[in-house]
């Protein structure tokens, strides 16, 4: 998929875009992310002041959060964790962006990046990943499994601004 | 409102930022604050301020139970830094900076010096915006947040 999306006539987007908001549109448990709806980013970070702040900007940027600890709860709410069986069964969540942080204990941000873009239902969902480190490998190594973006911590207005533009344009 | 007191709750966080205490980081939180959220800058400095006390007892656990892991103390220090930075606190993050200078030369008297002055600057910045933030209140909502930018 690539070029700009534009609203038709009556101000809707074409379905296809379903496939770029990371949604299957013949998944009844899923929805097109219409003109005006809300764009629901799930944020994942270890650490709780990170968490707090990020939930902040994203809401002063009209979206709707849902706050992720580490790799394993965020899995959990994206219906890709381990008990993947019940998961399917219609609890599947809508979310347009993952943003997570790189370094945390357990599953980094690389291997959550890795495992949302090895499902099938996920992998179209672009994934953001922060550090407040800037390590060229690492940054290399991560858009090269498919992150859409990286950014430095600590996270400002204008990068979500960035992001808002991002999640609502097509992406290259 | 009370100008008086709004103008020495900006005239200290003029001063806080001179001096280094805070940066560009603490005015992203002021613009944050808003009608959905009005005392979001002191929430997030008192979350900074539970979380940071269980880190930095670990650091300092292991600073005192040897051998000395530096690569753990590494880990928990970047942490703290990366709270630190989140909420604005220069001088902190600078002083984590050195600490993590010393853990990569394992450096353990230097890992114990500078963890004592990231313990200082930690306190030091807490007694201070504890100051600010009784300005503000008592300057009134309109004094801080979005509505006063003071660059």
């Known amino acids: 998929m690539a070029g700009r999306r534009k609203p038709n006539q009556s101000g809707r987007y074409p379905k296809k875009i379903t496939k770029y908001l990371g949604m299957d549109a013949t998944s009844s448990a899923k929805g097109v992310m219409e003109n005006g709806e809300q764009p629901h980013v799930l944020a994942v970070d270890d650490s709780l002041t990170d968490r707090k702040l990020i939930e902040k900007l994203l809401k002063n940027s009209s979206c709707k959060v849902t706050t992720a600890e580490n790799g394993p709860r965020a899995l959990e709410f994206l219906g890709l964790g381990d008990d993947q069986h019940t998961n399917l069964e219609g609890r599947i969540s809508k979310v347009n962006l993952i943003i997570t942080d790189y370094c945390m204990p357990g599953m980094t941000g690389y291997e959550l990046l890795k495992k949302v873009k090895e499902s099938s239902i996920m992998k179209e969902v672009p994934v953001v990943i922060m550090s407040s480190e800037n390590v060229p490998t690492r940054i290399n190594k991560c858009l090269e499994e498919g992150a859409q973006m990286f950014m430095l911590k600590p996270l400002k207005q204008s990068d979500v601004k960035k992001l808002r533009c991002q999640m609502m344009n097509c992406r290259s | ?151």
């Open chain 2, 1 to 151: 409102m009370d100008k008086n007191l709004s103008q020495r709750q900006l005239d200290m966080k003029r001063s806080l930022l001179d001096q280094g205490y805070l940066d560009e980081q603490f005015i992203q939180l002021e613009e944050l604050q808003d009608e959905d959220s009005p005392n979001f800058v002191e929430e997030m400095v008192t979350t900074f301020y539970n979380n940071s006390a269980r880190l930095l007892e670990n650091i300092e656990q292991a600073l005192v139970t040897g051998p000395i892991d530096f690569a753990k103390l590494d880990n928990y220090m970047h942490q703290f830094k990366g709270s630190s930075s989140s909420i604005g606190a220069t001088r902190v993050k600078n002083e984590c900076t050195r600490f993590r200078e010393h853990c990569t030369a394992a450096n353990a008297e230097g890992c114990i010096r500078t963890f004592l002055r990231v313990k200082q600057e930690h306190t030091i910045l807490r007694t201070k915006l504890e100051t600010y933030f009784q300005l503000a209140r008592q300057a009134g909502p309109s004094a801080s947040g979005g509505g006063a930018k003071v660059r």
